[in-house]
């Protein structure tokens, strides 16, 4: 499995940025698909999944309401669009595919840079 994400960069508070993760061929098929987030010194976390089975989606209490996450199966790709940005949000985000996103990823990329700043 191979995950690439884009779409990082600056962005000033109250903006909006839309993240692509592209996987290898099937991956969404057989895969919880999440977006995950590490900020300086702190522990990745989850921001947001999409279930294989029935797409039901899960966000973090911090992104609800502004973060939407959502996928193509056919382009073999997710999607994490991003409105009303925070200084807060800024952090490195990544995508991970696996059985339960709460619990643990078993694929990741390699990140994209996301800072929020004036």
């Known amino acids: 499995v191979q995950l690439v994400e884009s779409g990082g960069g600056l962005v000033q508070p109250g903006g909006s940025l839309r993240l692509s993760c592209a996987a290898s061929r099937r991956t969404l098929n057989y895969y919880t698909m999440g977006w995950f987030r590490q900020a300086p010194g702190k522990e990745r976390e989850a921001v947001s999944c999409i279930s294989n089975s029935d797409g039901a989606t899960y966000y973090a209490d911090p992104v609800k309401g502004r973060f939407t996450i959502s996928r193509d199966n056919a382009a073999n790709t997710v999607y994490l669009q991003m409105n009303s940005l925070k200084p807060e949000d800024t952090a490195v985000y990544y995508c991970?595919?696996?059985?339960?996103?709460?619990?643990?990823?078993?694929?990741w990329g390699k990140g994209t840079l996301v800072t929020v700043s004036s």
């Open positions: 991970g595919a696996g059985e339960d996103c709460l619990v643990g990823m078993d694929y």
